[in-house]
């Protein structure tokens, strides 16, 4: 066989068959003996079986790798297959069959497409798990990330995608409220801070620098301690700017207490009207920038100050100006008092130097309101006064106007007095009831205040007495002249029946006295001449001193036509 190899022209390269002829050759020329051919021959064989099985290792060992990454790629995609949490789009071959490195081909496009993939959505998790952990820090207040984005890669999922996107919405959610929030409290700061005067400025920047970074360079801070110190300084500026209108207020009603009792110019009111304006206003509705600023308080200040040393020179005048609306304030109360001696301790007191004139005027004050007091509780009764006083006018002039023997005659304006006169007649009909009325009220006052009810120094309930008895008299008057005038009748007709002739009729008996009506009631108790009368503006008038003249024949009074109804 060997020989056989040695002569083939397809062997002439060298092969083991040719080495083998060459080794024979030398062994015959050297004349190895065949113990030691054998020999030769089987270390040969057993150095071949080294390299066949040293090739076969190999081959094995080769075939256990491919296989290992055959499982590591399947187990990889499976994991991966996994992690991305739902069945992929990259086409997984199905393959059992075939050589390994085929299969290996087949799967290794598939597995670089998942791992792609992968990659992908590591980058999407680390994009919103980065937007999730920037605005945590934004909200929890701190300037340096506390630690990098570590991305969970076991679980890929869309699914756990969607849960960072959902939370990512709500954080985003709540950073545009907290926004919303931060520029409301930046709102109300700007608003309070033009309202005091206070730099708007420098108050934020107190709060956090952030929020004065007009260039949006720096995001604004909406930690919940910013938060919380924007809504203290918005709680504290708003207790100073109620305390600078409270202020702001008392200033104004001293200016205006003061201005009042020195009778200061419109002018030089005006100069602060930016304080008085003010001076009902609600904290809310003072919102013009400045209009509670510091120095405007202190302008006032000194204002106050200066016009109460004016006060302090001037305070004669003004004690008694108050006296003088002390006693108008009697006077259409109808109390009597001593003005004149009123007046001359007010001045001995400011003369002496013994009082303060603070505490004098508030003295004063208090006597001015304890009289407006009294006369607000005289009022119904003086009111009921008055209408009982006018009705005794309208009585006293139909009485006159029943004894004018023309008043029937066709002159002019005789149509305008009957009807007065039929007026005239129902008010006086009211009058006894008016005068019960009072009569009642003016005891139940006079047991309330425990003294009496004093109409321009003379008891009231005296006066009705009066012209109770003076109403009695004059009916009885009147019936005497009704008795008198029927006898007078009778005897004329029996004068007629005896001489036949009709005597000239007597002129009618008239009292020697004219009633007058209580508007002239101060001829009984004497004191017509000083009597004060409340008319409809509240002002005060002096009565006539003499009596109301009788109405002429044919007087026609228009003021009169429309009296107003008299209710008890």
């Excluded at 002569?7 to 190895?32: M, R, Y």
Aim: glycine share 4%; hydrophobic share 35%; aromatic share 4%.
């Amino acid at each position: 066989m060997a020989v056989d190899d040695v002569h083939n022209p397809l062997l002439a390269e060298t092969t083991c068959g040719s080495l083998l002829l060459q080794l024979q050759k030398i062994w015959d020329e050297v004349g190895e003996s065949d113990e030691e051919r054998d020999k030769m021959l089987l270390q040969l064989e057993q150095e071949c079986l080294k390299v066949y099985k040293r090739k076969v290792d190999q081959a094995a060992k080769s075939k256990a790798h491919l296989l290992q990454a055959l499982a590591d790629a399947n187990r990889e995609v499976n994991a991966l297959l996994a992690s991305l949490g739902e069945k992929s789009s990259v086409n997984i071959p199905d393959k059992t069959s075939g050589t390994i490195k085929a299969r290996l081909a087949a799967i290794a496009p598939a597995l670089e497409q998942l791992w792609m993939q992968k990659e992908e959505r590591i980058k999407q998790f680390s994009d919103v798990q980065a937007q999730i952990q920037n605005i945590c820090v934004e909200i929890a207040g701190s300037n340096n990330l506390t630690q990098s984005i570590k991305v969970d890669d076991s679980d890929l999922s869309l699914k756990k995608l969607k849960e960072f996107h959902d939370h990512l919405q709500e954080l985003q959610k709540e950073k545009s409220q907290r926004l919303d929030k931060v520029l409301e409290f930046v709102n109300k700061l700007h608003d309070i801070c033009g309202v005091l005067g206070i730099d708007f400025y420098s108050t934020l920047k107190d709060v956090h620098p952030s929020l004065i970074d007009a260039t949006g360079a720096q995001s604004k801070s909406i930690s919940n301690d910013t938060l919380a110190r924007l809504a203290k300084s918005v709680v504290s500026l708003e207790e100073v700017k109620k305390q600078r209108l409270r202020k702001h207020q008392d200033l104004a009603a001293q200016l205006i207490a003061l201005w009042n009792l020195m009778d200061t110019s419109e002018e030089e009111r005006r100069l602060f009207d930016h304080l008085t304006c003010n001076i009902s206003s609600l904290v809310d509705d003072v919102t013009a920038p400045g209009a509670l600023a510091l120095y405007l308080i202190e302008q006032a200040e000194v204002e106050v100050e200066r016009l109460d040393q004016l006060k302090a020179s001037r305070m004669k005048e003004i004690a008694l100006k108050k006296q003088g609306d002390l006693e108008e304030i009697f006077a259409r109360a109808h109390i009597e008092i001593d003005m004149k001696a009123a007046r001359e301790k007010t001045v001995a007191m400011i003369e002496s130097g013994n009082v303060e004139p603070s505490e004098l005027l508030a003295d004063m004050d208090a006597q001015i309101a304890k009289a407006k007091e009294e006369a607000h509780s005289r009022k119904d009764i003086l009111d009921k006064v008055d209408k009982w006083m006018s009705a005794c006018e309208e009585e006293s002039w139909l009485e006159d106007y029943n004894r004018d023997e023309n008043r029937y005659n066709g002159s002019r304006g005789a149509h305008l007095n009957l009807k007065r006169a039929e007026k005239a007649r129902i008010l006086v009909s009211k009058i006894p009831g008016l005068v019960d009325t009072l009569v009642a009220k003016t005891r139940t006052w006079e047991e309330e205040h425990g003294m009496a009810f004093a109409y321009d120094g003379e008891p009231l309930l005296t006066m009705l007495d009066k012209y109770s008895v003076m109403r009695h008299d004059r009916e009885e008057e009147k019936r005497r002249m009704r008795d008198q005038k029927k006898f007078n009748e009778q005897l004329n007709a029996e004068q007629e029946a005896m001489y036949g002739t009709k005597p000239s009729p007597l002129r009618p008996v008239s009292s020697s006295k004219k009633v007058l009506g209580p508007r002239v009631n101060a001829a009984l108790n004497g004191g017509l001449n000083r009597r004060l009368s409340i008319n409809q503006s509240g002002s005060r008038s002096v009565k006539r001193d003499n009596p109301r003249p009788v109405a002429p024949l044919n007087y026609v009074a228009i003021s009169k036509m429309d009296p107003s109804p008299i209710t008890p």
